[in-house]
């Protein structure tokens, strides 16, 4: 309700703005014997009261004395100043003076607002709405203003459960001549939250299928923390929309739904959905209309709802989007498609899609604005689209989703419009710049690290050449340093995304770590630096290069056993390392659907020097589905095998495989899987290792999922030795979306260990920034 009051409110203010402008024109418009003259002065002229000073005023205008007059420049100070807000009413006046002219502004400026009240509230004190809108009375206020205050106050109503609130607004004349009063009328309506979602006539589709479709909840338990059992009549509409999709796409063409609220307890109501599902269609075939540039074979095979098919609402959309790349990745930019869709029999349809195809065009200009920090250059090279070449809408596509995906900006918008040249399009960019550089400070903590306090910087649009703001070249820097009891970290990088000009990534590193968590028997540091390209072979896969130079110093406890005290020293490690990666996951935090691979090779010293010669093979998978009820399945794994080259017949400790802790064998403590010293008790690492995890998780609350898992492992003192008893768990956690970030929260319990002393009963683990 209350959206469409506001665009009833925008749209008459449009209105009277449009029609104020006409009147100024048309006061300009006996002046056109005036232009390209010298404007010789500018004068500002009240009309009543004078509540805005005249230097605001001026500060909305661009025409400036010594310019030449211009009827177009003088139409676009109008609609700034009425979009300022400062003014009622404008008209620009032309005199002569000598061989020039004289312009005037007459302006009758806006009202002082010098009280906010309110009316109708009952639920919310005037001190409350007053800190809601935002709003200081004392000056002038635009409609823009007044409209985002109006917003405010029923967003916050609707917060409390007041779904169907309404507000609107009048100003009146307060005593003082030149000052107003504003009052916020409201129509809190009836307070309802809702208690039970139910469906009727769903005899298709279970009713929990149905709720999952929606984005309005029932309330529960933890509603204060998300907001689950509110009332949103917009997307109220929009869930209603989702489920006739969910219908649909599942072949029920004709289905229909209205929703009606029923009273329940405690201020609560029912939402009561009723369906009216209709046949079941099936697709009798498929066609297309008239055709000139190409041919329905050439079409044809992309089609993903053919004769034969289940109706499906998705499918139809997406063989639309087709069939428009198809003519827009070809220059035909203003091609168009809409179907047409008959009844063949009472259960059956034939889609004919009509294709108006439009002429072809190649691209023009491309222009860029907003980018005041960023250099056009990295806005360009991330633009497939190139002048001269045929235009192609999907390009257009890949631009404004390359330039979202930089994280540079707030909003970016790319379009065409008719070039000058004919047969052209024109290609335009614009950008909201963001603020790119952050830094952050706080305390972690997991079952690892215990607690750990750190502070990171970070700017991803860095220009290492542009002192003193080092910003906007797209380069990446970091800089971050964690501190804890059981570990010291410092890590600084910079990453150059397009090396040389090319699509080729270099990055350097230095870094500093001081680790206790790893073993009792021994502590271990490093420090060094690493440089590294990185090549993308394909949309979804890169190939990786690194070198890394370490100095590597094991520090074995005095009392320890020989088979620690052997790893006692000082390591110059020198190492080149090569991986590939695919990755088509649709997120990196919480994947529904895809899949990930890593396999990479290292080697250590031989001809690259150092005291560690060592080659490492690794491999790791992910893969993912999207089950019921928006509930997943997880299948990951790893394998790692370290071996040794050369004169050398030891892997050092640092490039041993342990497994067990938070990120694969959870019922098992940290590190605490692997071959084990007799004397000491303490595992110090195998050359093979290798674990498989399968986990399915679902959705409890809001920001809130549970998970059950099944954990299986191996590490032997051999390399490429894969053979051995295995050490199994299983388990339940939480994966908990937090304002502060990620958390998992898991408890696992030994199922198999062939190390006893491995098995200490059941473990709980938990850490933050979770990858799920």
Sequence with gaps: MFKGITQRVSQSLLVLTGLMMLVASATTANAQNFEGKKITSVAVRYVGPRTVDEARIRGNMAVRAGQNYSAARLDDDVRSLYASGLVDDVRFFAEAVGSGVKVIAEVKTRGKIVAVGFLGNTRFSERKLANVTKLKAGGVMSDEAILTARRNIQEHYRGFGYADVSVSHRIQPAAAAGTAELVFIVNEGARAEVDE???????????????????????GWFSFFTKSGRIDVVKLEEDVDRVLDYYRNRGYLRATADVRREPAADERVDLVISINEGAKYTVANVGFGKMTVFKPADLAPALTLNAGDGYSLSKMRADITSIRSYYGSRGYADAAVSPDIRNVTATSVSITYRITEGRRYRVGRITIEGNDKTQDRVIRREVPLKPGEYYNSVELDTTRRRLKNMNYFNDVQVGASPSNQAGYRDVSIQVNEKKTGSISFGLGFSSVDSIVGYVNLEQTN??????????????????????????????????EPWFLGQRLALGTEFFYRDALYYSSEYEQSQYGAAVSLRKPVSKRAYIKGEYRLEKITIDAESDTSAVFMAEDGDFIRSALSFNYVYDSRDSNQLPRKGHKIDL???????????????????????????????????????????????????????????LGGPH??????????????????????????????????????????GAVFYDIGLVNAKSWDFGSDLYHDAGVGLRLNLPFGPLAIDYAIPLQSPDEEADKGGQFQFYLDYKF
């Design 664 to 705: 694969n064998l959870r019922g098992f403590d940290n590190r605490d899987v692997g071959p084990r010293d007799a004397t000491t008790e303490e595992v110090f690492g195998g050359n093979t290792s290798a674990y498989a995890t399968v986990e399915y998780t679902f959705p409890l609350i809001e920001r809130v999922r």
């Design 462 to 495: 860095f220009d290492i050449g542009n002192w003193p703001s080092f910003t906007g070249a797209g380069q990446r820097f970091g800089a971050k340093l964690q501190l804890g009891s059981e570990r010291t970290d410092f890590r600084l990088s910079w990453v």
């Design 600 to 658: 990479g090779v290292t080697y250590a010293g031989g001809f690259i020097g150092g005291d560690v010669d060592v080659f490492i093979v690794q491999g790791s998978g992910a893969k993912h589905w999207n089950l019921w009820g928006d509930s997943i399945l997880n299948l990951r794994g790893a394998f790692s095998v370290a071996d040794t080259h050369g004169d050398s017949n030891m892997v050092p400790i640092f490039d041993r495989e342990f």
């Design 197 to 219: 979602i139910r469906f009727e006539g769903n005899n298709s589709v279970a009713s929990h299928v149905l709720r999952n479709e929606m984005k309005t909840k029932q309330k």
